[in-house]
């Protein structure tokens, strides 16, 4: 553990990414928090806001439409995380010197610290397999556990992106083993590369997923 974990803090300066949503970002940085006394913890509250809104919009196309609304919402959510996801990427290359454990690993440190504003405690624990504890996370308070379930599909379309650039196999998975709104002290992540019925993990849980919430829908 301590050969992957000086090696991850050596190597983290070699892996580049651009800031997702630009524009608005140094708008918000040069003219806003620069100029203004805005308070930057309403961001928290309106992003609470906009994520309860995505998970009442999924319940209720659930139960208005059932698997036809469902799969609306998961398409939708999946092209807006797909989208992020090749915005952190365009343009860059791939970085060289590093292993697919340390690409994967540096990937989510962005994913959880940037695009989710989460507090992570990452680790490399082998050459196929990395996971991390998210310590606090934006959600935590007000999502429920079912909830997030909605992150799921936002979370495949950044990793389709990731996959798309060729810098990592797509024999990737993932999994969670505790979640902070069912009770833990902490989310615990593990992605390792999958062969054989693994590869579907996440596919399969996911349909999991899909059904009870149908089923509880009605």
Known sequence: MAHWEHRR??????????????????????????KTDFDPTTLWQWGTMQAMAVVQILKDCEKEFGEQGQQLVSRSLRRIGHQVGTQLFTGIKKPQGLTEAELVSF??????????????????????????????????????????????????????????TGWISS???????CTIPAGASVCTFILWKADGLEKAEWELYTKKLEQR???ESQ
């Open 9 to 34: 803090e050596n190597n983290w300066a070699k892996f580049s990414f651009n800031q997702p949503y630009q524009a608005g970002l140094r708008r918000l940085k040069e003219e806003v928090l620069a």
């Open 107 to 164: 990937f989510t440190t962005v994913v959880n610290r940037i695009v989710y504003a989460s507090l992570e405690e990452p680790r490399i624990d082998a050459g196929d397999r990395i996971s991390f504890d998210i310590i606090w996370c934006p959600h935590q308070d007000h999502y429920s556990a079912f909830d997030c379930r909605v992150q799921r599909y936002l979370v495949q379309g950044m990793l389709d992106a990731l996959f798309e």
């Open 171 to 177: 024999d990737w998975q993932v999994k969670f083993t």
């Open 213 to 215: 919430a149908l089923k």
